[in-house]
């Protein structure tokens, strides 16, 4: 359909919008017309994840991404309010760690490398002749030249960084989280039974999003202020004056009081579902950034006061930060498993992955993207500032033992994958026998056989990604744990630590802290190429947009930097076009949706009025509304949420292939789930060539359920379903609007039988969802 030159935009803009064919256009103002003929429409919303060049620079908030995910795993409970808010907060106190991680890694190159360490070293300096001025040697013992000056400049950088981020994230609020949902009245606090994402708030997070974007822009200007005042209050309580020394005392106090403002803005409040909330915490949104940069001018004044005899010797001190930090982290992913354990014993389901520790294992993951890629841009610095690694002291040795770990993590990984190959050898093995017993007339073709057992097999890789996942979090602890103990125990890299040792010892520290500098710094780099070419290549954009497809699902619940939510704007935007299109024509819908378009018709749905969401018929395809949310997302896709569903819709009918890695069924208990999910869909359609497919049909996998006739056939036979019994139209002027509550809203105001006017959306993968 959008491939049609006859298409045009209905409603919408450049970012989402909503396409219908041109002899359709007028479909709504004339109902009776169609004679009872659907009318396709497609909502198309690719823009929003993979639209703009700029998109492809969110790869750097991958992090604040995955810690955001981690809110929206908690396991499925009832009548256990105070638990499930401290997970929420937890989560939250995670996602405020890897902000200041940030922060304090941009610190360490701005300030600790580049103007403590080089710029104080005449040979570094020496190399790299843009520092002169900052240099002692290279001007002349200058003005720019103190240490403290040195800092106060470079601390410029780490400053701009977080006023980038506020930045971002301002922007992107307005866009997306003041879209105004569909109006409904406010609920009750607590309904352990209504699903969530039917809730009137659940797409409006609007509040606090700023709210946390005011304590995380704090949180990073209170974190240059710390790097600054620590380093000069160091050296004044050795040889300083009393003055500066009791300036710096009270510096930190101020700092320190002011941190844990921060902490209790971050667990004060919570989302608000229950209702639209269009308040705004004025008073935190204005005040606690603009005091927190007054620090911060506070410390540069302090920190460049002249202080004659001070010299940047080694490394800055307050490099022990990153070791508390990472503890800090490392406890609070701890506290996270404890809760996140409580609340599944409280309702165990078999098929929620990893039995509820889901959330914490990708908190940990989250946390242990930030310490790479802190350590990788510290690592390529450092080695770029002085290729012989002689002259400055270099990164913490923290990040240098973090980076040593990621070798065995490799082995594992490699280990891992080498079992998973296996099984899946012998699935095809297996597989092989079934697809020949599925076809006892055709002629046996092995090649043929093999790639459709092989695609079978290959498919199921996606069931076993919990496996992977908790491997690799149980791997990441265990030797993240190591790691801060021998850099706490040592205070020395591990190579440094381990030379009295045995040569077999000492020569796998050599490996593996070789090997993982290495690794840490490629690894960077490619991630900053990918990047930059996504930001020219829009097919590169479009794979990073599959990637956001399900990261930037859920709303900003924990971290206000994580790439903003596309749902906030194509969830109202469903919902608005489905409730006015039956109230100004009196038709039903069928509302299909493919992959992750799957996912935003189930949502728009549960965001309807319960008149008007009895009048909508789903069919999906290619789903992951089981397979993937439902159990990675127990509270929200769980098995009471989908039964809801199922039992508020006219009615809902779920096609899946056995080849399709990502699609599957919906498992509804009871007899519920034969009445949703069709039969394993046949692929590939032929086994061999037929009159139908005289040439050999593909294998389609995940794509093009639409060109099986079983697709055809189940749209009919909703659209049939739907079609018998409605009343006439009503005139335009007794139709209730469709956010007014207590009415008999927009469904029952529908055509009839010869004059209808019917709402068929048809979804395309990453990022194509037609409504």
């Not at 004339?30 to 003929?37: N, Q, S, T, Y």
């Not at 509040?207 to 990073?220: K, N, P, Q, S, Y």
């Not at 997302?633 to 039964?643: E, I, Q, V």
């Not at 139709?735 to 395309?764: F, I, K, N, S, V």
């Amino acid at each position: 359909m959008l491939g049609d030159p006859r298409t045009v935009r209905i409603t919408g803009d450049d970012t989402a919008a909503v396409y219908r064919r041109a002899d359709d256009a007028d479909a709504e103002l004339h109902p009776g017309d169609r004679r009872g003929d659907p009318v396709p429409e497609a909502y198309v919303w690719c823009n929003l994840t993979s639209g703009n060049a700029s998109r492809a620079l969110w790869l750097l908030l991958l992090p604040f991404m995955v810690a955001n995910l981690a809110h929206w795993m908690r396991p499925t409970t009832t009548n256990r309010p105070l638990t499930v808010r401290l997970y929420a907060v937890i989560v939250r106190l995670i996602g405020l760690t890897l902000t200041v991680l940030l922060v304090a890694a941009a610190c360490e190159v701005a300030m600790d490398l580049v103007a403590w360490q080089c710029a104080g070293t005449a040979a570094c300096a020496r190399r790299h002749s843009w520092l002169g001025f900052l240099s002692p040697a290279g001007s002349g013992a200058g003005w720019w030249s103190l240490p403290g000056r040195r800092l106060a400049l470079a601390s410029l950088a780490p400053a701009a960084l977080t006023g980038l981020l506020w930045y971002l994230s301002h922007r992107t609020w307005g866009a997306y989280e003041s879209q105004q949902p569909l109006p409904r009245p406010p609920e009750p606090e607590e309904e352990p039974h209504r699903p969530a994402l039917g809730r009137p708030g659940f797409w409006y997070g609007r509040r606090l999003v700023a709210r946390l974007r005011a304590a995380h822009t704090a949180a990073g200007f209170l974190t240059v202020a710390a790097a600054l005042t620590v380093s000069a209050a160091h050296d004044d309580r050795r040889h300083g004056a009393v003055a500066l020394e009791s300036l710096g005392l009270l510096l930190e106090v101020t700092l320190v009081a002011a941190g844990g403002l921060v902490v209790g803005v971050v667990c004060r409040r919570g989302r608000t579902e229950n209702r639209l909330d269009r308040q705004l915490d004025g008073a935190v949104v204005r005040l606690l950034p603009a005091g927190a940069l007054a620090l911060l001018v506070a410390a540069m004044v302090y920190a460049g006061w002249s202080r004659p005899g001070r010299r940047s010797e080694g490394r800055l001190p307050g490099a022990s930060a990153f070791g508390a930090l990472t503890l800090t982290q490392g406890l609070l992913v701890l506290a996270l498993g404890v809760v996140a354990h409580l609340l599944y014993r409280a309702h165990p389901d078999t098929r929620t992955a990893l039995r509820g520790l889901a959330g914490p294992s990708v908190a940990l993951l989250a946390c242990a993207l930030g310490g790479v890629m802190s350590g990788g841009v510290a690592q390529r610095v450092a080695d770029w500032l002085d290729g012989t690694g002689h002259s400055p002291a270099g990164p913490p040795v923290l990040l240098t033992w973090q980076a040593s770990t990621i070798p065995p993590l490799l082995l594992v990984l490699l280990g891992l994958t080498v079992r998973l190959a296996r099984r899946t050898w012998l699935l095809r093995r297996a597989e092989a026998a079934e697809v020949e017993l599925e076809h006892p007339d055709e002629p046996t073709d092995t090649a043929r056989t093999l790639r459709i057992a092989g695609t079978r097999a290959m498919a199921t890789l996606t069931d076993r990604a919990p496996l992977v996942v908790g491997v690799t979090s149980a791997m990441t602890l265990l030797l993240g744990a190591a790691a801060l103990v021998g850099s706490f125990a040592t205070d020395d890299t591990p190579v440094g630590a381990a030379h009295a040792a045995h040569p077999f010892v000492r020569g796998a520290a050599e490996t593996a802290q070789t090997l993982g500098s290495w690794l840490v710094g490629v690894g960077f780099l490619v991630f900053v190429t990918w990047g930059r070419r996504a930001y020219k290549d829009a097919s590169a954009r479009r794979t990073i947009g599959i990637l956001w497809d399900v990261g930037t699902f859920w709303p900003r619940a924990a971290h206000p930097f994580a790439p903003p939510c596309y749902a906030e704007r194509a969830v109202p935007d469903l919902t608005w076009r489905m409730a006015t299109w039956t109230r100004g024509t009196g038709g039903r819908i069928v509302l299909s949706g493919h992959s992750q378009g799957s996912v935003l018709a189930a949502a728009a749905a549960w965001q309807l009025n319960p008149s008007v969401r009895g009048r909508v018929g789903l069919l999906t395809y290619g789903s992951p509304l089981e397979r993937l949310y439902g159990r990675w997302f127990p509270a929200y896709f769980g098995p009471a949420a989908l039964s809801s569903l199922h039992r508020d819709v006219d009615c809902w009918r779920n096609l899946y292939r056995p080849t399709d890695p990502i699609g599957g069924p919906i498992r509804l208990p009871g007899d519920c789930g034969p009445q949703v999910d069709r039969a394993p869909l046949r692929d590939p359609l032929a086994y061999g060539r037929t009159a139908r497919h005289p040439l050999p049909a593909p294998i389609l996998g995940h794509g093009d359920y639409q060109a099986d006739p079983a697709f055809a056939e189940e749209r009919a036979l909703l659209l049939a379903r739907l079609r018998p019994g409605l009343p006439r139209p009503r005139p335009a002027h007794e139709l209730p609007d469709p956010g007014e509550p207590g009415r008999a809203a927009p469904g029952h105001a529908a055509a009839g039988p010869d004059d209808e006017g019917y709402g068929d959306a048809a979804q395309g993968s990453s990022g194509r969802s037609s409504g």
